[in-house]
């Protein structure tokens, strides 16, 4: 069982950045494939970044590249996000996940194991 921990949320300002960090549990953390998805009020789960734990391939939302960067440190079981250029709609509650497959990240159902969520909120 893999356990994933994110932290870092928190309230900024539109054009502002944030990062956010994800830990996970596992001596073959290298191996996931980790992925962040984030869910707005009243919205369903959305894709928004992820790296995989084969190739280091990175996927983005349509919505978020240009702006989101997402990165891995293998030696502290950690995955980070970084926003920049902040919008009011990316107010969510953001979740870390982790992933024994490589395709398809895009998808909820590819995750195995996710994090309790961490809230970023954009004032506008």
């Known amino acids: 069982q893999v356990q994933v921990v994110e932290s870092g949320g928190g309230l900024v300002q539109a054009g502002g950045s944030l990062r956010l960090s994800c830990v996970a549990s596992g001596r073959t953390f290298s191996t996931y494939s980790m992925g962040w998805f984030r869910r707005a009020p009243g919205k369903e789960r959305e894709f928004v970044i992820a790296?995989?734990?084969?190739?280091?391939?990175?996927y983005y939302a349509d919505s978020v590249k240009g702006r989101f960067t997402i990165s891995r440190d293998n030696a502290k079981n950690t995955v980070y996000l970084q926003m920049d250029s902040l919008k009011f709609e990316d107010t969510a509650v953001y979740y870390c996940a982790a992933s024994g497959a490589t395709t398809p990240l895009h998808k909820v159902y590819a995750y195995h194991y996710w994090g309790q969520g961490t809230q970023v909120t954009v004032s506008s």
């Open positions: 790296i995989s734990g084969s190739d280091g391939n990175i």
